[in-house]
C-alpha cells in the first residue's frame, strides 16, 4: 500500500520563475494538505483540497495555489519564486476532511531558490 | 494570535522515559491533538493522536488535561533510534480556523 508520494524530490529555480510540486495521496485518502517548512522550523500550514476546493487557507499570499484532480492528486503552485520561497514543501492526505482523521505526510519536495 | 509551544530541546538517555509538553490554548472546541516524529530529509510521521484524557498505542502515550490547553506525549524506555524532532498538531481558532504545528522538540538520546 503506497503512502503519500511526492514529486520531484529536489527542484532548483532562480527568482521570479513558477514552480509546481506534486502529490498522490495514501490509497484511500480524499483530503490534501500542503505544508511549508524552512530549514530548522516546524512546517506552516499553506492550504487544504477536498473535493477538488481549496476548504481552508494559512497566512500564504495568492501566489501560492493549489488544484487538486479527481484522482485526489494534488498540486502546489508557486508564482513569482523570492528566495525567502526556499524551503521543504510537505503534502499530507487523510480521510475525509472534518473528520479530525490523522494527516499522512510524503517526505517532501526540497525546493531551493537561488 | 494563536500559538502552539514545545520546549526547544531535551536529552535523555537510553532506557529512560520521556515526556514531552505541547501548549496550546487556542484549540479548537472539536479538534484533536495529533503528534509526529520528524527526521532529516524525511516528512513528519504519524505517532498518536487523542481528545481528552488519555490515549495509549504500541510506541507511546498521550496525557490531555480537562481543558485540553495542553497535551503531553510519552515515550516509554527511549532508544538511541528516537533521537528525532517531535511535533504536536492541533486546529487552533484564531480570525480563522487554522491547522497549526507545534515549534518542535528535539530530543537527543545517548547511550
Known amino acids: 500500500d503506497a503512502g503519500v508520494t511526492q514529486s520531484p524530490t529536489h527542484l532548483i529555480k532562480t527568482r521570479g520563475q513558477q514552480v509546481t510540486l506534486r502529490c498522490s495521496p495514501k490509497s484511500g485518502h480524499d483530503t490534501v494538505s500542503w505544508y511549508q517548512q524552512a530549514l530548522g522550523q516546524g512546517p506552516q500550514f499553506i492550504f487544504q483540497y477536498y473535493e477538488e476546493e481549496e476548504r481552508q487557507r494559512g497566512n500564504f499570499p495568492d501566489r501560492f495555489s493549489g488544484h487538486q484532480f479527481p484522482n485526489y492528486s494534488s498540486e502546489l503552485n508557486v508564482n513569482a519564486l523570492l528566495l525567502g520561497d526556499s524551503a521543504l514543501y510537505l503534502c499530507?492526505?487523510?480521510?475525509?476532511?472534518?473528520?479530525?482523521?490523522?494527516?499522512?505526510f510524503g517526505d517532501g519536495t526540497r525546493l531551493s531558490i537561488l | 494570535l494563536a500559538k502552539t509551544t514545545q520546549p526547544i530541546s531535551m536529552d535523555s538517555y537510553e532506557g529512560q522515559e520521556v515526556n514531552i509538553t505541547c501548549s496550546h490554548n487556542n484549540i479548537a472546541t472539536n479538534d484533536y491533538i495529533t503528534w509526529y516524529q520528524q527526521f532529516p530529509s524525511q516528512g513528519p510521521r504519524f505517532i498518536i493522536q487523542g481528545y481528552k484524557t488519555k490515549v495509549t498505542n504500541e510506541v507511546a502515550s498521550l496525557f490531555i488535561p480537562a481543558d485540553r490547553k495542553s497535551s503531553t506525549l510519552s515515550l516509554p524506555r527511549v532508544s538511541l533510534s528516537d533521537t528525532a524532532v517531535y511535533y504536536c498538531l492541533v486546529g487552533v481558532m484564531d480570525s480563522s480556523y487554522k491547522l497549526i504545528f507545534g515549534s518542535g522538540t528535539r530530543l537527543l538520546v545517548r547511550p
Open positions: 499530507a492526505s487523510s480521510i475525509l476532511q472534518g473528520t479530525n482523521q490523522p494527516q499522512h
